[in-house]
């Protein structure tokens, strides 16, 4: 059975349902596996398996406390037709790298892949824990979080769910998917401050102690939707099981040789999977973590000292990065220093009292599996362009950034090993700066951007999308930096 610990060293082991039903321990260390589980099931043996199958191979590994039968009904609930390709995660050549498409569920983003599947996962823990009070998800959002876990949690009995935006720092298209949220139970605002504001605003209302009582007080917990629940963690493994076996079907790889995996960061939770997914037998040679101008990641890489302290926030057309202080890092630290919680609870707190932490020689050591690069705005719409005027393919603004950190390793290493690139978001969500980018003129609006794009590229505009600006707006809310805690208050009353 494995059993879920905090990175911060509590010794307080929890079951996955248990975890998932906490989202953060009470050290505020977030969970991690105490063994990694070898797949149930060899890559190769798996070429005829549909996504639901693969993933039936990957979460009870993970999740051994549900049974097959509860995971099998998450897993099928979540990856059905809602996805609007057929095969869930289309595999794609394009340049000289397979693009994993991660966004053709609901939302046109890659959050879907696990908040199609969180809710079933939560309230399925509910019932074996027990649980009796209402769940309220608290999420912090740079954009696509909010909309995906709206969609995910919109209407499920015994939850609530509030989702805080930095007000101004999402797309156009995105605030409209979010403040359109329809669902009784359904909550938004947009926060006057950045993402780093409302995520360290959200994890404040965790720990404290006075929130928790009133809540408990109107039979209410709180739990998370963001990456630091291991419940969106965990789905996230089975993209990267079924991307190799996808390029083993196609002849890319004979069984056993390895791929790298390229993956557009913030939180840091999509490469951490990539990383769980090395750990469970997928032989995965180089993680290369892409940024934008928000580069402490790859500072860091590059130099072992995570440095917040005199950087300035950019606010980018890859808005779903733009975030300084990457959460998941904190499990990563944890794997690499051998499971030490003493060690990462001094890192953690002195990035929360100097602004910055050095690692241990044994981490970076680990750290050498990781190649980290960054490209501006201008990189970013010039991939855009040189891909889609090459082959007509046409990716969005974080998947562009990936593809042009690549194109910079490749140089830099000549390595040559087959490359997926975790694709994150359909263009259409970022069509201001796509357009641009593919040579049509600026558009200040989103929606007509969107009508551009698809007239010029024919390329179909997720259903998510379409209709956006004639929806009704529902939410209309926007709080000050601290004044988070008020408006849960207010939204559950
Ligand atoms: C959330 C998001 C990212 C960053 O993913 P992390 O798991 O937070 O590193 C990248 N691209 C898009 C489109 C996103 O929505």
């Not at 050290?27 to 693969?54: H, I, N, T, W």
């Not at 949690?153 to 605030?175: L, R």
């Not at 791929?259 to 993680?287: D, S």
């Not at 003129?441 to 007239?455: C, K, M, Q, V, W």
């Amino acid at each position: 059975m494995i059993r879920y610990k905090s990175t911060r060293g509590s010794q307080n082991a929890k079951s996955s349902a248990q975890a998932i039903i906490r989202g953060i321990a009470e050290d505020r260390g977030l969970y991690v596996p105490d063994a990694f589980p070898a797949l149930s099931k060899a890559p190769e043996d798996m070429l005829d398996c549909d996504y639901r199958q693969v993933a039936a191979a990957v979460l009870p590994a993970f999740l051994s406390d549900y049974t097959q039968e509860e995971l099998r009904a998450c897993i099928e609930s979540a990856y059905d037709s809602k996805f609007e390709a057929p095969e869930v995660v289309p595999v794609v050549k394009a340049g000289n790298a397979w693009f994993l498409e991660l966004y053709h569920g609901k939302t046109a983003a890659f959050k879907d892949m696990a908040l199609s599947i969180l809710p079933y996962l939560l309230t399925t823990a509910m019932k074996k824990e027990k649980e009796e009070s209402k769940i309220v998800i608290l999420t912090a959002t740079s954009g696509d979080t909010g909309k995906a876990a709206l969609e995910g949690f919109a209407d499920v009995a015994g939850t609530e769910i509030v989702v805080f935006y930095p007000a101004g720092g999402v797309s156009q298209v995105q605030e409209r998917q979010m403040v359109t949220q329809e669902g009784a139970n359904t909550h938004v605002f947009g926060i006057r401050g950045n993402f780093d504001d409302a995520q360290t605003g959200v994890k404040r209302i965790f720990g404290d102690e006075a929130c928790a009582a009133e809540l408990l007080k109107m039979n209410c917990k709180l739990s998370s939707a963001n990456s630091i629940n291991i419940g969106r963690l965990v789905p996230q493994v089975a993209y990267y099981v079924w991307a190799y076996v996808q390029l083993l079907k196609q002849g890319v790889l004979k069984a056993g040789q390895p791929m790298n995996v390229v993956v557009p960061t913030g939180n840091f939770g999509n490469i951490l999977a990539a990383y769980y997914a090395k750990q469970m037998g997928i032989p995965i040679a180089k993680f290369i973590c892409a940024s934008n101008e928000n580069k402490v990641l790859t500072d860091f890489i590059n130099t072992g000292v995570y440095d917040i302290s005199g950087r300035q926030f950019h606010v980018t057309n890859s808005p779903s990065m733009d975030i300084l202080i990457s959460s998941n890092l904190e499990r990563l630290l944890y794997h690499l220093s051998g499971n030490d919680g003493a060690q990462v609870k001094a890192l953690m707190e002195g990035l929360e009292k100097d602004k910055k932490y050095q690692v241990s020689d044994k981490i970076k050591e680990g750290l050498k599996d990781f190649y980290g690069g960054f490209a501006s705005e201008a990189q970013t719409k010039e991939a855009i362009g040189q891909l889609y005027r090459g082959e007509g393919y046409l990716m969005d603004t974080h998947t562009a950034v990936a593809y042009k950190v690549y194109q910079e390793y490749r140089e830099a290493t000549k390595d040559e090993t087959p490359a997926v690139i975790a694709s994150t978001a359909s263009a259409y969500k970022f069509a201001e700066a796509v357009t641009a980018a593919i040579g049509l003129p600026e558009f200040r609006n989103g929606f007509d951007a969107i009508s551009a794009l698809n007239a010029a590229t024919g390329v179909r505009v997720p259903k998510g999308l379409s209709n956006l600006e004639g929806r009704k707006v529902l939410h209309s809310g926007v709080v000050e930096k601290d004044g988070l805690w008020e408006a849960v208050r207010t939204s559950l009353k």
